[in-house]
């Protein structure tokens, strides 16, 4: 899903409420790790990134 990360977590409602851990590799410049945080930490995730190397990261995010 490489550049519609943020579909695939808009699409998912249900399932993110059941959630307790996501990794996700987040592609720069469509989506970045901001956009990513903005959906999730609302959410009740907190969201780090792992690794980046270049426009690609890798992002944890962890209900708290």
Do not use: K, W, Y
Request: charged share 25%; with cysteine; hydrophobic share 40%.
């Amino acid at each position: 899903v490489e550049g519609a990360e943020l579909r695939v977590l808009d699409g998912a409602p249900v399932t993110l409420t059941h959630t307790r851990r996501i990794l996700m590799e987040v592609h720069a410049p469509r989506v970045t790790v901001d956009d990513v945080r903005r959906r999730l930490e609302p959410l009740g995730f907190s969201c780090h990134v792992l690794h980046q190397n270049g426009n690609s990261s890798i992002l944890e995010a962890i209900r708290i």
